[in-house]
Every structure is written in structure tokens, then in C-alpha cells.
């Protein structure tokens, strides 16, 4: 038996994508007297110099600054609470729920639900005004001494690893026990590629969108229309006009009205109208017709 795939997925980056500012940049550095300026040097020393990866080695930058007293987990959710988001952010995600659903989409229970996948701090996420509005939100986590206090990095997402998390969605594998390299037929698989959209904001998310566009979901790209150096804007063009990475491309405003949320109901609602009409067909190829009366 089929799943029935009835479930739209959105995924959702997040430093650039949903907040203007990175979440280091505007919470954590702040907190801990960190000069941004020489942070990043030294992440990129460890990279250049030590071949480590971007995520790692800022994870073992901020273990160095930290290491005469650590914070926990708990206080650096805490500090969480502080991150700010762009305009329509977390309304969108209770906004773009029912209200764009037809009476007939609404009668084989399709439903929407919202993922963060970010190569940033899942503990930070994890206090911030996302949660209770998304089904999960997979980050960098660190691991903790019998006092609470980060030691080590535990988990790890680069930019090309967040692609296991999209399969993660896909497959309904959210837990981290369960393997998302095994095999399931496709479908079986709660939500199928043509049922998610992933959102993005530069070429640390063309691993997703690449992933996407072949698997036959749907990728956009978002920029920062206050940034008066056009830069954000600048990788969105190129992912769209010059490397064909996504199809549209909008201003990370998710109010309602906006180009952004014009978008995301029109595709929402071409993919609510695809299950419908495949759930048709399947009924259709399923019903045996009566015998016929002489």
C-alpha cells in the first residue's frame, strides 16, 4: 500500500533566509565580548591553513573563545530568544496553512508543514520564535560535560550535508537514529520532492536547490532588499539568470501581499492541485465498473 503523500513540506535556510543578520553575528558574539572581525579570521586561518571544513572550524573557533568558561546548551538557547527575523516571520508559517486550501484539497486532508535546516547553532534555533511553528529544525549541535557545559561538536551540517536532511524530510526520517540511507520506495515516502519547496539565499544552498530541481520539487532563491550594496540580491541573480539554479528569485519579505508569499501560494497551490488530481486517478484506475444489464 502507497503512502498517501498528502503532506506539503517547506524548508527553509535560515542566516540570510529568514533572519537579515547571522545568528553568531547578532546573538552570540554580543554575548561573549567576540570581535567579529577577528573570529572569522581565525575560522578562515583553520580552513586555509588546516584544511578544515567552514562548520568545523567555527565550531572550534568559538570552543577556543569559550574554553575558560563554556556556556550550556540551555543558555546558549537562552540567547536564542534574541534573533530577529525578517518581516512576516513566524506568521507565515501558521498563515500559509489552510487559508490557500481548497474544500476538495482540504477532503484528503493535505496539509503543510514547515523545516529549518541551517549550518548555524541548533541550539540557538532551538530557543528562538521558530519553535512551536515548524516540525523540526536541524543545526550544528554541540556535545556537553556532565555539568551542561558544549565540549565538542556532536553534529555537523555543511552546506552539501544538508541535502541528507531534505531526504530526512522526504522519507519522514526526522529522528537522529534513523538511517536515511535506507531504502524506501518511492512511494512510501510520506513526502515525495514534487510535494516540497526549498528556500535559500546564495550558493551555500545550491547543494538543495541542485537536489531539488532534479528530483522535481520546487526551489527559490530570496535577498535582502535593504542591503544597499546589491550583493544579496547579486547571488540570487546569478543563481537564477546565469547558473539556472532556481526558477524565481524574491525579496526575503514573507508578509502577506508580498512578491515572496505571491509565490509560495501559487506553488503551493499547483502542488495541492497535483495530489488532488493524482488521488483522482488513483480512484479512477481503482474502481471496477458494475456489469451491465441486457
Not at 554580543?30 to 565550531?59: H, R
Not at 540567547?79 to 484528503?108: C, K, M, T
Not at 532551538?126 to 565540549?151: N, P, Q
Amino acid at each position: 500500500m502507497s503512502a498517501p503523500q498528502n503532506i506539503i513540506a517547506i524548508v527553509y535556510d535560515y542566516d540570510q533566509t529568514l533572519s537579515p543578520e547571522y545568528m553568531q553575528d547578532e546573538v552570540l558574539f554580543p554575548a561573549f565580548g567576540i570581535d567579529p572581525a577577528a573570529f572569522w579570521k581565525k575560522c578562515q586561518a583553520l580552513v586555509a591553513e588546516q584544511g578544515y571544513d567552514n562548520e568545523l572550524a567555527y565550531m572550534k573557533t568559538l570552543l577556543d573563545y569559550l574554553a575558560m568558561d563554556p556556556p550550556t546548551n540551555a543558555e546558549l538557547a537562552e540567547l536564542g530568544r534574541n534573533l530577529s527575523f525578517y518581516p512576516g516571520v513566524p506568521e507565515v508559517f501558521e498563515q500559509l496553512g489552510d487559508r490557500f486550501l481548497s474544500d476538495a484539497h482540504r477532503a484528503i486532508d493535505i496539509s503543510i508543514e514547515h523545516y529549518v535546516i541551517s549550518s548555524g547553532l541548533k541550539a540557538l534555533l532551538d530557543g528562538s520564535g521558530l519553535v512551536g511553528h515548524v516540525k523540526a529544525i536541524f543545526g550544528c549541535e554541540f556535545a556537553a560535560d556532565e555539568e551542561g557545559r558544549i565540549t565538542f561538536p556532536k553534529k555537523v551540517i555543511s552546506h552539501t550535508q544538508k541535502t541528507q536532511y531534505l531526504f530526512r524530510v522526504n522519507k519522514g526520517l526526522l529522528g537522529a537514529n534513523d538511517d536515511v540511507n535506507d531504502h524506501m520506495p518511492e512511494d512510501l515516502r510520506p513526502i515525495p520532492f514534487r510535494n516540497m519547496i526549498y528556500i535559500g539565499d546564495g550558493p551555500t544552498d545550491v547543494p538543495c536547490f541542485t537536489v531539488m530541481k532534479k528530483s522535481g520539487g520546487h526551489a527559490l532563491a530570496v535577498y535582502n532588499p535593504d542591503d544597499e550594496s546589491r550583493s544579496s540580491f547579486r547571488k540570487c541573480y546569478q543563481l537564477t539568470a546565469v547558473a539556472d539554479r532556481v526558477k524565481y528569485i524574491a525579496p526575503s519579505d514573507f508578509r502577506a501581499g508580498s512578491h515572496l508569499r505571491l509565490i509560495l501560494e501559487e506553488i503551493i497551490t499547483e502542488i495541492a492541485d497535483g495530489i488532488l488530481a493524482r488521488r483522482k486517478a488513483e480512484l479512477t484506475d481503482a474502481m471496477v465498473s458494475a456489469p451491465a444489464y441486457d
